[in-house]
């Protein structure tokens, strides 16, 4: 008799995981810098982003540099590796300010992601700092959970999120994989033009 293989699907939401949620961005030991960010139709955001090595000081450096620029620019909840103009799978999130947000995790950078369950799709508006004149309307999976790997240490961890938190996260990690959402939206219906800016 062998043991079952738990669906990471069925993983109860709202349990946070411990080692990301006492994350910190200090933990790096390294200063970021803001760094400039790219919009489409930039090259960059259309690739896919390689695979890195979170222990590298270079990914421990763009991680520091991608929690900067997020804290310097209004509204954002997360940034990619891509949208500063390096093609690499590394992006940080951090949602907790934001008033759609139930449950969340802080700020934390996740290397090498990839949702390895999801559930519970629904339809929301999107915007994205490299498309700064639209928003869309984007179905995505409302609980996911996502496996990554956390600069510095390089250790792996699963990330059960929910709600506002899981749209950041698929949002980020479609990032690394090239795509924007407007690559997600059903047609031009679904797109629409910025009104504000936060």
């Given at each position: 008799?062998t ?9 109860p939401?709202?349990?946070?995981d ?9 933990d ?10 790219v919009t489409?139709p ?32 209004p ?16 992006f ?10 139930r449950?969340?995790?802080?700020t ?5 992601a ?5 559930s ?6 999107e915007?994205?700092?490299?498309v700064?004149d639209?928003t ?14 956390l ?14 938190e899981?749209?950041?996260l ?19 219906h ?7 800016y936060?």
């Amino acid at each position: 008799m062998t043991d079952a293989v738990p669906d990471p699907a069925q993983r109860p939401v709202g349990l946070l995981d411990d080692v990301v949620a006492r994350w910190h961005e200090t933990d790096l030991g390294v200063e970021g810098r803001v760094l400039d960010v790219v919009t489409a139709p930039a090259a960059v955001l259309s690739g896919t982003g390689a695979e890195v090595d979170p222990t590298a000081p270079e990914t421990v450096r763009l991680a520091a540099d991608l929690v900067a620029t997020m804290r310097v620019s209004p509204g954002c909840v997360g940034l990619a590796a891509p949208q500063v103009g390096v093609g690499a799978r590394v992006f940080c999130v951090d949602v907790s300010d934001h008033p759609k947000t139930r449950t969340h995790h802080g700020t934390f950078v996740l290397c090498n992601a990839e949702v390895v369950g999801s559930s519970r799709n629904e339809k929301a508006r999107e915007g994205c700092m490299s498309v700064p004149d639209l928003t869309g309307d984007v179905k995505r999976a409302s609980r996911v959970v996502v496996r990554g790997r956390l600069p510095g240490t390089g250790e792996e961890v699963e990330v059960a999120a929910e709600a506002f938190e899981a749209r950041a996260l698929q949002h980020e990690i479609d990032h690394c994989a090239g795509l924007l959402f407007l690559d997600r939206v059903a047609g031009a219906h679904a797109v629409h033009p910025r009104k504000t800016y936060l």
